[in-house]
């Protein structure tokens, strides 16, 4: 597995994280990867989410590019 270096994590934050961990029974190494694990869960679900949502706005929008590239050169 990886290891990552967090630098020049102001006192006030890394003692909240410490705070959280303890309060949540865990270690504070546990604690930041299950934090850093449902930040990026969490992102990924959004995009997915605004993908499938494009989708279904542009679903019905089908068109022939050959048809619209003889528009555009016509357009000239």
Known sequence: ??????RNVPDNLAR????RAARHGRSAESEHRLILAQALESEEADFWGRADAFRSRTRAQK????QLLREMRDAR
């Open 16 to 19: 909240a994280l410490r705070v």
């Open 63 to 66: 068109s022939d590019s050959a």
């Open 1 to 6: 597995m990886a290891q990552l270096t967090v």
